[in-house]
């Protein structure tokens, strides 16, 4: 039984709060308590700041990450590889990627994995703007880097089939470091640039 409050702005705080990931209602209630302890000009400055979040990030034309710009930073950044592109599943995995310290090339951001169980399929995801990048020229490398699970394998394998028209692009995905069932934001970063170092052709995985 959910825990009633004599307060409506209390009630509303913790059913506001509770809506975030990972946070229940006794969680809620001690943030809502916290912030009312603490002086308004700091309840305020967190109010502002997830206003001006929202309203402030709006997501790159190119590669589908968080930017307060058309094109991300690192889509502008003159000095990575434009030749090799990352596919990732989410911002999470952009900013792990970036935290190896391993990779110089650009991303792409799917916004997901194919998952019919959950009714996304391929073109509720950044697909079929991969593919117009890669029509576009000036790409020779596609990483898939998705997690290591069966919606990832089975988003990996239909983008494969989907470039495998491209007979000069050169398709390869992590070595398998990245433990079976792991989604790549709870990988270690030495695993997942060692992981990225050591990629493979993607038609490797099934040629034998």
């Given at each position: ?25 006794k ?29 402030g ?53 799917l916004?997901?994995?194919?998952s ?11 697909i079929?703007s ?55 934001e ?23």
């Amino acid at each position: 039984m959910e825990q009633e409050f004599q307060s409506p702005l209390l009630e509303r705080a913790v059913t506001e709060l509770s809506r975030l990931p990972g946070v229940g209602r006794k969680t809620a209630l001690r943030l809502a308590l916290h912030l009312l302890r603490q002086p308004s000009e700091r309840a305020l400055s967190l109010g502002n700041s997830i206003i001006d979040l929202r309203n402030g990030i709006t997501y790159c034309k190119v590669c589908h990450n968080i930017s307060e710009s058309a094109t991300c930073a690192i889509c502008g950044d003159q000095r990575r590889d434009a030749t090799t592109v990352c596919v990732v599943e989410t911002v999470k995995d952009v900013m792990s990627f970036e935290n190896t310290g391993q990779y110089r090339g650009l991303y792409h951001v799917l916004g997901g994995v194919i998952s019919p169980m959950d009714g996304v399929g391929p073109d509720s995801l950044e697909i079929a703007s991969l593919i117009e990048r890669v029509e576009a020229g000036g790409v020779d490398e596609v990483i898939l880097a998705l997690s290591a699970t069966m919606e990832g394998d089975t988003t990996n394998y239909y983008i494969y089939r989907q470039l495998s028209g491209f007979p000069d692009l050169k398709i390869t995905q992590l070595a398998r470091g990245v433990s079976v069932g792991n989604e790549i934001e709870y990988t270690d970063e030495i695993t997942l640039g060692r992981s990225l170092i050591n990629r493979t052709l993607f038609s490797d995985s099934f040629a034998k």
